[in-house]
């Protein structure tokens, strides 16, 4: 119930499939123990109103880039009005409770989330379908 598992759930869900997501944490999200950057375009094209309740730190006006070796570094810094736009594509998210928030639009969806699992296979009727 991470970035991509909760958007293919989603996207499923929302078209009438029947849909099962799995997590192996405690709840979604529990495993997740650090801040990111999200970049609202994609988010935005399979859940237009995000930004209504969704846990957005912040949007960014500037972004960094470094590269690094064992004895020294280098970095490049880009700052841009253009990020202050109506609608920014920049979020600082903390992944703990943004992916909470979105497991809760995939069950809203009407997909079943099952938490404390991990799938170690896929069982197979005679057709190939899951069962």
Not at 16 to 42: D, T, W
Not at 46 to 59: G, S, V
Not at 86 to 100: C, E, G, L, S, V
Request: aromatic content about 8%; glycine content about 6%; some cysteine.
């Amino acid at each position: 119930a991470g970035m991509s598992g909760n958007a293919a759930a989603y996207t499923l869900a929302s078209q009438g499939l029947k849909v099962l997501q799995l997590e192996r944490g405690e709840y979604p999200g529990s495993k997740n123990v650090q801040g990111a950057i999200m970049y609202a375009n994609m988010l935005e094209k399979i859940i237009p109103d995000f930004r209504d309740d969704a846990p957005l730190e912040r949007h960014l006006v500037e972004q960094r880039l470094w590269v690094l070796d064992d004895t020294s570094h280098t970095g490049i810094h880009y700052r841009s009005d253009d990020f202050n736009e109506a609608k920014p594509n920049r979020y600082t998210i903390i992944r703990a409770q943004f992916d909470k928030w979105f497991s809760r639009k995939v069950r809203e969806a009407r997909a079943t989330v099952l938490c404390e699992t991990t799938a170690t296979e896929l069982v197979r009727d005679g057709n190939g379908k899951v069962i």
